[in-house]
């Protein structure tokens, strides 16, 4: 995949030299620097232009996270079924421009790229939660406003995090991309802690919806080498796309996945339909007129979002959960923002909220590697 190269490099005041700032200088030796005084973004009059939200993620800006890193995944939201999962945002928006991209209506009135500098905050944060309950078992992703690993050889987080969460047994981190930007975790020994995941849709879609993304065979051979350096690996079917031919298009996708990686070292694979508001609809229709993940046959459903209408979509799940178990017996599967009846329909049950999902994702079901 190309390399991320931004127009301009702005950072905030007092943050010249901290480490991932000078790392990324280091990298970008000809990029533009300016520096900004703190709070600058908020009154930066929005550029001129077309599509101010792809200009936005060609301005790199380097600031403090002054509010907490960790959060609760906004997935559990009421009437969802919740598996208990936790973020940390290092980084706001992404270098790549998926059409289905929640980020282009929630970053609107915001879409520089931006990163905080100090991960040392985050990772007290993650350690005071997380020692103080050394009997339960975390779950903690880097990938809810960014993708986790686009920008790591830029940026070098994954040489602060992994260190961090090898040293502690009950939490796992997951790096959830669509990139096969993965130098840096090669350095690294995980310990068994830290599951890298990626987010797969069958190559005819993610060729012409995952704008700037690793290709679905860069994508695989990237999971099979974090995979022999000892890390665990996770799939995401999701979005899960319904278009022409999605039966061939999952089942050869499936095929392909578990033949090039172990799936006895599979740590989780997930589905989740696509889901949209009536807002990013409008948005992706006007970016990428082209798109064909608007003409399906959707419903507007209780949380304001449209799916694939209920019929079709568990379908699709039963289908494609079906091949999943058949592929990798052992890997656990979940569904990401469903619906307690929707669960009981693919799988002949639903979980309890916070409990049955986080404790299958946890268990140490795998053989060593
Ligand atoms: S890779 Fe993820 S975060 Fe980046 S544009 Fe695509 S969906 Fe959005």
Known sequence: MKRYQPEEILIERGEE????????????????????????????PPRDGTDSFAAGKRRLLFT??????LEHCPAGT??????????VSLISNCPMDCSYC?????????????????????????????????????RIGTGELSDSLALDPLLGFSGDLVPFFAARKNVLLEFKTKSDRIEELLKHDPKDRVV????????????????????????????????AAGYKVGFHFDPLIEYPHWEEGYRDTITQVFSAVDPRRVAWVSLGSLRMT????????????????L??????????????????????YRTITAWLKEAAPQAPQYMCME???????????????????????????????
């Open 78 to 87: 009421s009437g969802l079924v919740c598996c208990n999962y936790l973020v």
């Open 196 to 227: 890298v995941s990626w987010s797969l849709t069958p190559p005819a879609i993610a060729d012409t919806e995952e704008h700037g993304t690793a290709s679905f065979a860069e994508r695989l051979h990237a999971a099979q080498r974090v995979q």
């Open 102 to 138: 929640f980020l282009q209506e929630y970053l609107a009135n915001n879409p520089l790229l931006k990163v905080f500098t100090n991960v040392e905050d985050l990772m007290s944060e993650v350690a005071k939660a997380v020692d103080r309950q050394p009997w339960r078992q975390f």
């Open 278 to 293: 009536p807002a990013l609809r409008a948005i992706a229709r006007r970016r990428f007129p082209q798109t064909r993940l």
């Open 339 to 369: 619906t307690t009846p929707v669960w009981e329909k693919v799988f002949g049950h639903a979980p309890s909220c916070d409990k049955d999902v986080a404790r299958m994702l946890t268990q140490p079901n795998l053989v060593a590697s």
């Open 17 to 44: 030299n901290t480490p991932v700032v000078r790392r990324t200088l280091d990298h970008l030796p000809d990029t533009p620097v300016r520096i900004v005084e703190p709070g600058w973004e908020r009154e930066a």
């Open 295 to 316: 003409s399906g046959e959707q419903i507007l459903c209780d949380d304001g979002k449209w799916r694939t209408f209920q019929a079709l979509r568990v379908k699709m």
């Open 64 to 69: 403090r996270q002054r509010s907490t890193f």
